[in-house]
């Protein structure tokens, strides 16, 4: 059995100033976006993605994860609490942020950047999101320093016990969805889109990638009460949030596959008629 380290959530002080994990744990997301970002445009000069555009999709991103983030936590999860303790939206820096928040955030975002830039916005989501996963893992390391969103109890050799919830060992799922959201669907989107595909699959087998990677990890996240617990037929609010993006991702890979059979039909029809 282990325990948790009882991390102190603050990682550096200087006089009233207070620096937290989580908020250096986000912004080790952005730097990874930036390094990774660069590296793609490198190698993928046809995406006709520029540096100027990855710092814009950077700036432009941030502010759609912060706020569709935290308004997605605030009104899935915990709204009754906040609506008692409404200074504590702006309270980010300890924690509570949600992924599907932050997800519609950064899309409504790129909406932006594509009609700045002139571009199709499924251009943009699939240039971009192989970056994203690392990130993830990194707020997954945020949440287990600031010992937030702990597994249920179990009898695993490496359940761990959370001194600030009770005595029971648990599932560190926090690091188990590092693994899944960070890693294992890091290596599946960046290596699915190393090669040409068509517009919105990359983007589609991202969807697909983290709902049922999360629905997996919610398995063993401890639901809590309010808007994160158990919900109709035992599925939490985390699954039902991951199955909107399953189904529409899905749909999009298809249609993404589906598009140049269309258009090469479309060429076999002219040339009859010709």
């Known amino acids: 059995m282990l325990v948790h380290p009882q991390i102190d959530p603050v990682a550096i002080s200087l006089g009233p100033l207070s620096i937290h994990w989580y908020g250096l744990m986000y912004l080790l997301g952005f730097?990874?976006?930036?390094?990774?970002?660069?590296?793609?445009?490198?190698?993928?000069?046809?995406?006709k993605f520029t540096n100027e555009m990855l710092d814009d999709a950077l700036f432009y991103g941030a502010l759609g994860v912060i706020l569709g983030g935290r308004l997605g936590h605030v009104l899935f999860y915990q709204f009754s609490y906040y609506l008692q303790h409404p200074l504590e939206i702006f309270a980010i820096w300890q924690g509570g942020m949600s992924f599907h928040g932050g997800f519609v955030g950064t899309l409504i975002a790129m909406l932006f950047l594509a009609r700045k830039y002139n571009l199709r916005w499924l251009n943009v989501t699939d240039f971009l999101v192989p970056l994203v996963p690392l990130g993830l893992g990194a707020g997954r390391i945020g949440n287990f320093i600031n010992a937030e969103l702990w597994g249920r109890p179990t009898d695993v050799p490496w359940g761990m016990v959370f001194p600030y919830v009770d005595n029971l060992p648990r599932h560190p799922s926090q690091l188990y969805q590092f693994f899944l959201e960070g890693i294992v669907l890091f290596l599946v989107v960046w290596i699915y889109s190393a090669k040409s595909r068509p517009m919105g699959a990359v983007t589609g087998v991202f969807m697909i990638g983290y709902g049922i990677l999360r629905s997996i990890a919610e398995f063993y996240r401890e639901p809590e009460d309010g808007f994160m617990g158990i919900l109709t037929w035992g599925v939490t609010m985390g699954q039902w949030l991951s199955l909107p993006m399953i189904l529409i991702g899905t749909g999009l890979l298809i249609w993404a596959y589906r598009q140049p059979v269309k258009q090469e039909k479309g060429k076999r029809a002219k040339n009859r008629k010709a």
Do not use: A, E, H, N
Not at 32 to 37: Q, R, S, V, W
């Open 31 to 47: 730097v990874l976006f930036i390094l990774l970002g660069r590296y793609r445009i490198k190698r993928t000069p046809q995406s």
